[in-house]
Each structure stands twice: as C-alpha cells, then as structure tokens.
C-alpha cells in the first residue's frame, strides 16, 4: 500500500473510464454487467465517486449509508454522463489530497480513516475501467501492483461485507492464488468459523496462477477461468465464485 498513489490512479482510471465510455455510446451494453449500459455504468460511477467524498467529511459513528442511498442524481441527459464522472472524480481526488490519510471518517469497513477511501476507490475506479472498455471492444490489463493490492483487499473486505448476509464458510477447503507477474500468493481456507487469508506459498485443494490482474478481474467477475492456468479442484473456484460476491 505505501508505494502506491491512489490518488493518481483514480484519476488516470477515471479518465480511461470516460473516455472508453464515450467510444463505446451510453447505449452500449456492459459485457461484464450484463444488466448494466454504459449509461448505468457512468451513473454508478460518478455517484460512487461523489458519495466517498462526502463520506470524507462524515463522523465514524454515522449511521450506514449506501451510495443508492446518497441522493446523489446523474444528468438525465446520457450523453452528459462522461464529464459527469470527470467531475466526480476530480471532486474525489481533490477531497482526498485535502485530507490526510489518517483524518477519521465515515466507512463501511475498516480502517475508519479518509485512506480507506483512498484505497477503495482506486480499485472501485479501476474495475469500472475495466467494464467501460470491455463495452468499447478491449480493456487494458489493471497495473500488476496496483492489482495486486486490489486482491489483498478483496480477501478483506470479502469478511466484512456490513450487507452480507453469511459469512464465508466451509470444512476446510483450500484455494491457492499465485501472481505470475509481482510477487503475490494467496491460501484462502473455507473454515467453518469463516475465511481465513495467508499470504503464504502452501498447496491448496485448487490453484490458480495468472498475472495480478487477472486474478483480480476473475475473482471481481470480469474474466474467464480459462484466462488462468488451474490445477486440482475446479468446482470449488466456481463455488468461490458463487460465494464471494461484493
């Protein structure tokens, strides 16, 4: 986490984001969010952006808020839609480089501090990124470092999901994860107490192995298995899948 900029990524993300929108239409469907435009994809995206600003200023003991919830309204007019998310996120970035990493604030998890949202937005705005040039024909892969740490805080916010119904349970199963590209391994075990994550090089009941970013576009739902090399047990990577939804 330390070496990377979040802020930058965002921004840079952002603008990728809008400009694949812009090539792809706001009518253009998202292969990766089957129920989704490009219209909705940019309506999500710039309210997500303006929600966790706002979040930046709110007190750690404010009630949980969604950012369905936020009253946050996108341009009826679809093809205002891509400077809509410029603007958001420059009102993002802004707001982030005006606070320090460890002001306290309102979160939905863990750390309760302006970092998190930091961090949860660069991955936030990368994914999306990745959605909005799927729907313009080819998305570029997600910086291996920075992808990297996006699976790291998957694994944490999988267990600490406010609106999840269960938790992550299991009899022991275990999935390994290797990065082909920046160091990265991941044994994810399927206890019944819950998920339990090591960074560790250990065999797993199944292993997956592929560049950082895409495991984390396969474990977010972005791409296929066929993308990493698998060995052991594919039906508990499609039970992962099943299981581990944000």
């Not at 840079?12 to 998202?30: H, I, T």
């Not at 603007?87 to 309760?112: I, K, N, R, V, Y």
Request: proline share 5%.
């Amino acid at each position: 986490m330390a070496d990377l900029d979040y802020i930058s990524s965002i921004r840079d993300n952002a603008s990728a984001l809008a400009d694949a929108a812009e090539s792809a239409g706001c009518d253009a469907n998202v292969p990766s969010c089957p129920e989704w435009t490009v219209a909705d994809l940019l309506e999500h995206m710039g309210t997500v952006h303006r929600w966790a600003a706002a979040n930046c200023s709110r007190a750690p003991s404010d009630q949980f808020m969604r950012s369905s919830e936020s009253g946050i309204t996108a341009p009826a007019d679809r093809s205002a839609r891509p400077v809509w998310v410029r603007e958001g996120a420059a009102l993002l970035t802004d707001t982030l480089a005006e606070h320090s990493p460890d002001d306290p604030c309102w979160t939905f998890a863990p750390p309760a501090t302006v970092s998190f949202w930091s961090r949860r937005q660069a991955h936030e705005t990368a994914m999306h990124r990745v959605d909005a040039q799927l729907a313009a024909g080819r998305a570029e892969p997600i910086d291996a470092a920075l992808a990297a740490d996006g699976i790291d805080e998957w694994m944490f916010l999988v267990s600490n999901r406010p609106w999840a119904r269960e938790k992550i349970v299991g009899t022991g199963e275990t999935i390994h994860l290797h990065s082909t590209d920046v160091d990265g391994e991941w044994l994810l075990r399927l206890a019944p107490s819950g998920l339990e994550v090591e960074r560790v090089h250990a065999k797993g009941d199944v292993a997956a192995r592929g560049t950082a970013s895409d495991l984390l576009c396969w474990l977010m739902g972005r791409g296929p298995l066929e993308q990493l090399e698998v060995f052991g047990d594919e039906a508990l990577l499609a039970h992962w899948r099943e299981i581990a939804t944000f």
